[in-house]
């Protein structure tokens, strides 16, 4: 039973018609072909935005890290919170492609705009002795669950660009957020003040694909030239692009995301009938984030349940709660969301 990650599941099966279709005869490299073209006129026509400028990446570390390069100079910082995903799990590639540092907003995993603009203001007070404020950072569907509602999206762009400074979304989770959210693709993004957008397939039911989306396009000067030099421009891009393709035709996307919310939900359900769990973060969308007791979670894994926890699951106090995290991908069949709860039940 795999709710480690939405990264253990399948390729959607349109996803590989759609990279089999590409693989037919040859294209030019490097993303001079048809199906980068007109994966890129799709999305554009997702977000609504004409002007867009949109590149292709494989994974959401390189999107990420190269966005915000692109937007800072190295004397410059990155805003976000402290379980964002740049400052916990990306190896610090941020700054590897040239951000100065990150600087962490508040201690939650949804950043509060009154705590950003205090930062804002600390950090410009520290004139050059300070990694200047280059860019602001968010998640959606956040490191523990979350979701930001579209007016606090609102807010914190209105402090950023306030301040001179762009706002990020990282949308490893993109469709989820969209389809808990009931909103567009242009709704969570520009129309909400969002700048730039690193929007996720790989954890949707794509193979390995992001794209990156400046919907100023005066924004993402420099930005070919870092992939290139990074060495993360695919000579066969149309590879990429293919499967995003696949991914927004149809509204597959929010499709894939719809179900995998609907599967966490089914599970968030159930174990809120189970009285041994505790929720610090409200299950919204497909990641899951309950304490259980240590002694439930050795039987899990005793069990073979692959998932994520923090803190020594082998040694301690049995009643020790520990947060933990189960994740659904659009693909897990409903009979193993049961089989895990009577395991879990048995636990």
């Known amino acids: 039973m795999y709710l480690a990650s939405d990264n253990t599941g399948p390729i959607h099966?349109?996803?590989?018609?759609?990279?089999?279709?590409?693989?037919?005869?040859?294209?030019?490299?490097?993303?001079?072909?048809?199906?980068?073209?007109?994966?890129?006129?799709?999305?554009?026509?997702?977000?609504?935005?004409p002007q867009a400028e949109i590149f292709f990446v494989p994974t959401g570390t390189s999107g990420n890290a190269l966005a915000l390069s692109t937007l800072c100079q190295p004397y410059e910082s990155v805003l976000c919170t402290a379980a964002a995903h740049i400052h916990e799990d990306e190896c610090g590639a941020p700054e590897f492609y040239g951000v100065g540092k990150t600087y962490l907003v508040g201690e939650g995993d949804l950043m509060d705009p009154d705590a950003l603009g205090a930062l804002i203001t600390d950090l410009n007070e520290g004139g050059v002795h300070s990694a200047q404020p280059g860019a602001v950072s968010i998640t959606s569907v956040t490191e523990r669950g979350q979701l930001y509602e579209l007016d606090r999206i609102e807010s914190l762009a209105t402090i950023a660009h306030a301040a001179g400074l762009p706002l990020h979304l990282d949308g490893a989770r993109f469709a989820n957020a969209c389809a808990a959210l009931e909103v567009s693709a242009a709704e969570m993004t520009w129309q909400s003040g969002v700048?730039?957008?690193?929007?996720?397939?790989?954890?949707?039911?794509?193979?390995?694909?992001?794209?990156?989306?400046?919907?100023?396009?005066?924004?993402?000067?420099?930005?070919?030239?870092?992939?290139?030099?990074?060495?993360?421009?695919?000579?066969?891009?149309?590879?990429?692009?293919?499967?995003?393709?696949?991914?927004?035709?149809?509204?597959?996307?929010?499709?894939?995301?719809?179900?995998?919310?609907?599967?966490?939900?089914?599970?968030?359900?159930?174990?809120?009938?189970?009285?041994?769990?505790?929720?610090?973060?409200?299950?919204?969308?497909?990641?899951?984030?309950?304490?259980?007791?240590?002694?439930?979670?050795?039987?899990?894994?005793?069990?073979?349940?692959?998932?994520?926890?923090?803190?020594?699951?082998?040694?301690g106090a049995p009643d020790e709660m520990l947060l933990t995290r189960f994740v659904c991908d659009w693909s897990v069949p409903y009979e193993e969301l049961d089989k895990f709860l009577a395991v879990l039940k048995a636990s």
Not at 31 to 48: C, K
Not at 212 to 236: E, M, Q, T, W, Y
């Open 195 to 315: 700048d730039v957008v690193t929007f996720g397939g790989t954890k949707a039911g794509c193979m390995g694909v992001e794209a990156v989306i400046f919907f100023n396009p005066d924004r993402a000067r420099g930005f070919a030239a870092r992939r290139k030099r990074a060495g993360h421009l695919f000579s066969k891009n149309r590879f990429l692009a293919a499967q995003m393709l696949g991914f927004v035709r149809n509204d597959l996307w929010l499709q894939l995301g719809a179900a995998a919310n609907a599967r966490g939900q089914y599970l968030a359900e159930a174990l809120c009938m189970d009285a041994r769990i505790q929720w610090p973060y409200a299950p919204r969308a497909n990641m899951l984030f309950p304490k259980l007791p240590r002694s439930v979670l050795q039987g899990l894994g005793a069990a073979g349940v692959a998932f994520n926890h923090w803190g020594n699951r082998d040694h």
């Open 13 to 49: 099966p349109q996803i590989m018609e759609a990279l089999a279709e590409a693989n037919q005869g040859y294209a030019l490299p490097y993303g001079n072909d048809p199906y980068t073209a007109r994966a890129i006129t799709a999305i554009r026509e997702l977000f609504e935005a």
